[in-house]
T-cell receptor, first 113, second 111 residues
Framework: DAGITQSPRHKVTETGTPVTLRCHQT?????MYWYRQDPGHGLRLIHY???????DKGEVSDGYSVSRSKTEDFLLTLESATSSQTSVYFC????????????FGPGTRLTVL | SQQGEEDPQALSIQEGENATMNCSYK?????LQWYRQNSGRGLVHLIL?????REKHSGRLRVTLDTSKKSSSLLITASRAADTASYFC???????????FGQGTELSVKP
């Protein structure tokens, strides 16, 4: 699993509350990604990072923000959670260039009531 | 819009049979990758095939790539119950620098 951890692993929250998910890697890889996985939609890219303080939007970035102040940590924030953001969130890293093999964390199951 | 789309969406076979899954994509690619996901887990990389390659093997896995048809297939030979999982293809368009995942094929191998 390339030393990737995600926290929390499970979270239940209420609509309108802010939520922050953390992805931590132990190997100082440059590229990090946040995806969400929903039935019928597969895996969709939310945001990605190509270095400290360097981030960019993915396919489904509305309602999400990210920060990367250290190489090893990539944070995903739902500024005001909505029920449509109920999903399983996966963090991934790429060991080489952006489109090389990706290694995934174990996922965070988020439920927004 | 999805770059990669897998077919079939679900496949059920008996142990020992071969399983074939297909992936079609829309734009030119640098490489195509296959991943496996066991229930409740993160995706695990299986194999990467570059645009200038036509076939690649890894153990019981065989991947083919036909860039003229914009399609790839993943063959799992002599399947086992432990192969039960969802399988995803991912492509990197030559412009974009990101991987785009398909919706996956759900494989069930019955003992």
């Amino acid at each position: 699993d390339a030393g990737i951890t995600q926290s929390p692993r499970h979270k239940v929250t209420e609509t309108g509350t802010p939520v922050t998910l953390r992805c931590h890697q132990t190997e100082n890889h440059r590229y990090m990604y946040w995806y969400r996985q929903d039935p019928g939609h597969g895996l969709r890219l939310i945001h990605y990072s190509y270095g400290v303080k360097d981030t960019d939007k993915g396919e489904v970035s509305d309602g999400y923000s990210v920060s990367r102040s250290k190489t090893e940590d990539f944070l995903l924030t739902l500024e005001s959670a909505t029920s449509s953001q109920t999903s399983v969130y996966f963090c991934a890293i790429s060991v080489g260039i952006a489109t090389d093999t990706q290694y995934f964390g174990p996922g965070t199951r988020l439920t927004v009531l | 819009s999805q770059q990669g789309e897998e077919d079939p969406q679900a496949l059920s076979i008996q142990e020992g049979e071969n399983a074939t899954m297909n992936c079609s994509y829309k734009t030119s690619i640098n490489n195509l990758q296959w991943y496996r996901q066991n229930s409740g887990r993160g995706l695990v990389h299986l194999i990467l095939i570059r645009s200038n390659e036509r076939e690649k093997h890894s153990g019981r896995l065989r991947v083919t790539l036909d860039t003229s048809k914009k399609s790839s297939s993943l063959l799992i030979t002599a399947s086992r119950a432990a192969d039960t999982a969802s399988y995803f293809c991912a492509t990197d368009a030559t412009q974009g620098g990101k991987l785009i995942f398909g919706q996956g094929t759900e494989l069930s191998v019955k003992p």
